[in-house]
């Protein structure tokens, strides 16, 4: 259980301000989002919580206690580095690229949620605590759920200035949690 809930909130956390909102605010101000978008953003969003998942039980298999955890602080300080870099970088243009199709557009959601610190931090979360499944389930969930206010608000959301001090707040609890980590690990108290 705390693998889940330790997942859903990073996930939620993390996910803030991502390309993958960005790229759902756009979806939703072109009118584009319907079931079957939906079905398969739900099987992005799933699918990619299990492939971190998957990765993290491997390293958890290949690491000792301490450098699991010194694995998620590191996982969960550079997810605080790039929340706080991206509190203070110019706002993206949202309307930038044209998608071409549903599966060009979920093709490109995957690729994003592949490559974001959402994904380092589960496999962190499932080296830390061995529990891949529940830390998948949280994974997805917190991610499902990140993506409901672009998704509602469309380009609004992400262009509002609460959005940059979610970004900055959240980094710094991250950066806290992070140093906590690494000090835990290191046994520097």
């Known amino acids: 259980m705390d693998a889940l809930l ?4 990073l996930n939620l956390m ?31 969003i799933a699918l990619n919580a299990a492939l971190a998942a998957a990765v993290g ?4 298999a290949l690491l000792m206690p301490n450098a699991r955890l010194l694995f998620l602080a590191i996982a969960l300080l550079f997810g ?27 093709l490109r959601l995957a690729l994003h949620r592949a490559g974001e610190n959402a ?16 830390a998948a389930v949280g994974a997805a969930l917190g991610a499902g759920v990140a993506l409901l206010p672009p998704l509602i608000l469309g380009s609004r959301y992400t262009r509002h200035g609460l959005l940059r001090a979610l970004l900055l707040l959240s980094g710094m609890i991250l950066l806290c949690i992070a140093i906590g980590c690494a000090a835990s690990a290191l046994r520097i108290f």
């Open 80 to 106: 605080a580095a790039g929340h706080i870099l991206t509190a203070f970088r110019k706002p993206r243009n949202v309307n930038s690229p044209v998608f071409r199709g549903r599966l060009h557009l979920l």
């Open 119 to 134: 994904a380092f931090v589960t496999a962190g979360v499932v080296a830390f605590t061995d529990a891949p499944v529940l």
């Open 14 to 44: 993390l996910d803030q301000g991502a390309r993958t909102q960005h790229d759902i605010a756009r979806i939703s101000d072109s009118g584009r989002a319907d079931g079957r978008f939906f079905t398969g953003l739900t099987i992005v």
């Open 6 to 9: 330790l997942a859903l909130l």
């Open 57 to 60: 039980g491997i390293m958890a």
